[in-house]
């Protein structure tokens, strides 16, 4: 069964570079049947996705957040990463990485993808 | 950008009551709208896809109608487990978006 495990600082200091990264286990994170995507949420607040990236390395980011943001992955260690610079108080968030999956439907009108699995998440603080 | 608006933003109810949140988007979206619900604590978790379709292992008493622009979430008898957050998500188009939430508490 499909597991994501968040890892990283759990505390960064302003204008420096928040790093997180994703383990995948339980399957792989080569398949071509998943991206695999960064969502952060600041405390009691709603949820902002980052950005997303497939196997071969192919990404997509948040336009509000793409000129700070470097998502890579590394399928020897079935792995993907988040890397976020210059960062300030207004990044303070859980940062969770999940996985992103599409079904095709029954006269439907073509893939309908979804966030299937998330993780935990983790909290990760921007203080001096 | 898409924009997701969800209301109520809160709501108070009881056990075995019916529930329905509204999410509309700013442009058509089609069927391409995902529920999620989220404990206290916890990561989101995925209830609907595709507007009505229910993910496996999601209690019936879940059920996702709408297209185009309106879009509804329904729990036709509430437990005590379904008090938490809801957030809708269209898949649209990217940068995907998210709803600010609904919060269903206990009355």
């Known amino acids: 069964q499909l597991q994501l495990q968040e890892s990283g600082p759990g505390l960064v200091k302003p204008s420096e570079t928040l790093s997180l990264t994703c383990t995948v286990s339980g399957g792989s994170i080569s398949s071509s049947n998943y991206y695999w995507d960064w969502i952060r949420q600041p405390p009691g607040k709603g949820l902002e996705w980052i950005a997303t990236i497939f196997y071969s390395g192919t990404t997509y980011y948040n336009p509000s957040l793409k000129s700070r943001v470097i998502i890579s992955v590394d399928t020897s260690k079935n792995q993907f990463s988040l890397k976020l610079t210059s960062v300030t108080a207004a990044d303070t968030a859980v940062y969770y990485c999940?996985?992103?999956?599409?079904?095709?439907?029954?006269?439907?009108?073509?893939?309908?993808?979804?966030?299937?699995?998330w993780g935990r998440g983790t909290l990760v603080t921007v203080s001096s | 950008d898409i924009q997701m608006t969800q209301s109520p933003s809160s709501l108070s109810a009881s056990v075995g009551d019916r529930v329905t949140i509204t999410c509309r988007a700013s442009?058509?979206?089609?069927?391409?709208l995902n529920w999620y619900q989220q404990n206290p604590g916890k990561a989101p978790k995925l209830l609907i896809f595709?507007?009505?379709s229910l993910q496996s292992g999601v209690p019936s008493r879940f059920s996702g109608s709408g297209s185009g622009t309106d879009f509804t979430l329904t729990i036709s008898s509430l437990q005590p487990e379904d008090f938490a957050t809801y957030y809708c998500?269209?898949?649209?188009?990217?940068?995907?978006?998210f709803g600010q939430g609904t919060k269903v508490e206990i009355k």
């Open positions: 999940a996985e992103r999956r599409y079904s095709i439907l029954p006269g439907g009108e073509g893939a309908y993808w979804y966030f299937g699995l």
């Open positions: 998500q269209e898949s649209y188009s990217m940068p995907w978006t």
């Open positions: 595709a507007a009505s």
């Open positions: 442009e058509s979206i089609s069927s391409y």
